[in-house]
């Protein structure tokens, strides 16, 4: 990794985006084996890509393997392209993109590990997919050698970035990193230089198949003076406390331009146990596009209020619903299986 700053910057999702990259779920530990699992997961991968192209291109993923079975689940407005996948988890094997000031795009080609080497993991296509995206977008890549997810960073194209110890420092991921090594990294590939560290990810999240402390379950900045926390109201969750501790280092924090923080709640969803133990529902796990928020929804109560106070946090937007149960049973959320490709505009 280089300390020489090179000029890129990596946009807010709020910015105009040119499209946003999706996989298309290959056979495997987490998609499922059996066809019924395989099916489930598809069609939920899938309802999220239809969902987002009513607003702005999506170009899915597909594995060599898939390429007879995709067309039965998307339709002729999502564009399809052979890739080699693993999985599907698009916001963590693929690049993040970033823009200069001249508005050339970029590609930050992070390492990729399989969230640490899980057992259960497998990696060795999903490595090489963040440069095929940079190739098929036409741009720059960006190679870093921090073994780093998409999922695991937030940014709010102001400066400030969100960080966990448990991901960036993972002994599994980058054996004895200092704090500040990383910190160099965000500044040099995404021009991020006020960095939040939160304390972990969501309790669900550091079982067996987590990731081990995703921010983009617990926090997601809005602007670069608001952030909005999940919010586990129910004290009997694990998640209650860790909520509690999160919004603790943000009261303390600041934003880039040093003032305090603009903190809004999402509230968890009331549903709070599935067939395997705590479940880590959350409204944060959303995608803001071009005129519109995709959030996910697991027909639940509290799935009213989320939607309002996203319409508030994105006015002039419209809140487009995805049941997201498939996709949260399998690890992760709408958030976890996209990624934007932002315009390219002068900064």
């Known amino acids: 990794m280089s300390d020489v700053l090179t000029g890129w910057r990596m946009p807010a999702e709020t910015v105009a985006q040119e499209?946003?990259?999706?996989?298309?779920?290959?056979?495997?530990?987490?998609?499922?084996e059996s066809a019924e699992a395989l099916d489930e997961a598809r069609?939920?991968?899938?309802?999220?890509?239809?969902?987002?192209?009513?607003?702005?291109?999506?170009?899915?993923?597909?594995?060599?393997?898939?390429e007879a079975v995709a067309?039965?689940?998307?339709?002729?407005?999502i564009e399809r392209?052979?890739?080699?996948?693993?999985?599907?988890?698009l916001r963590d094997i693929g690049p993040s993109f970033v823009l200069d000031d001249d508005g050339a795009l970029g590609a930050v080609n992070w390492r990729f590990n399989g969230w640490g080497e899980r057992e259960w993991a497998h990696w060795g296509k999903d490595d090489r997919v963040a440069a095929a995206i940079a190739e098929l977008a036409g741009a720059r890549r960006i190679d870093s050698r921090l073994v780093n997810e998409g999922g695991g960073i937030a940014v709010d194209g102001a400066g400030t970035v969100l960080l966990t110890d448990s991901v960036q420092r993972d002994p599994r991921r980058n054996p004895g990193i200092s704090r500040a090594r990383v910190e160099a990294e965000m500044a040099r590939t995404l021009g991020a230089?006020?960095?939040?560290?939160?304390?972990?990810?969501?309790?669900?999240?550091?079982?067996?198949?987590?990731?081990?402390?995703?921010?983009?379950?617990?926090?997601?900045l809005v602007s670069p003076d608001c952030v909005v926390v999940h919010d586990q109201r129910d004290a009997s969750h694990p998640d209650h406390a860790?909520?509690?501790?999160?919004?603790?280092?943000?009261?303390?924090?600041?934003?880039?331009?040093?003032?305090?923080?603009?903190?809004?709640?999402?509230?968890?969803?009331?549903?709070?146990?599935?067939?395997?133990?705590?479940?880590?529902?959350?409204?944060?796990?959303?995608?803001?596009?071009?005129?519109?928020?995709?959030?996910?929804?697991?027909?639940?109560?509290?799935?009213?209020?989320a939607a309002a106070i996203l319409a508030e946090l994105y006015p002039g937007r419209r809140i487009v619903g995805v049941d997201a149960r498939a996709i949260f049973a399998r690890g992760g959320g709408v958030h976890c299986i996209t990624q934007q490709q932002p315009r390219r505009e002068p900064m």
């Open 19 to 32: 499209r946003v990259w999706m996989g298309f779920p290959p056979a495997g530990p987490t998609a499922g």
């Open 43 to 66: 069609r939920a991968w899938c309802a999220v890509a239809h969902a987002i192209a009513e607003f702005q291109p999506v170009t899915l993923l597909v594995d060599p393997a898939d």
């Open 71 to 77: 067309p039965r689940y998307v339709s002729s407005a």
């Open 81 to 89: 392209v052979t890739v080699p996948l693993d999985d599907a988890w």
């Open 193 to 220: 230089d006020n960095p939040i560290w939160l304390p972990r990810g969501l309790h669900r999240d550091a079982e067996q198949f987590g990731t081990f402390g995703h921010v983009d379950i617990i926090a997601a």
């Open 242 to 305: 860790i909520c509690r501790q999160t919004m603790d280092v943000l009261a303390w924090a600041t934003t880039a331009d040093g003032k305090a923080w603009r903190i809004a709640r999402l509230p968890a969803p009331e549903t709070l146990r599935d067939a395997h133990g705590f479940v880590d529902y959350s409204y944060i796990n959303h995608l803001p596009i071009n005129g519109a928020v995709i959030v996910p929804t697991f027909d639940d109560p509290a799935d009213t209020e």
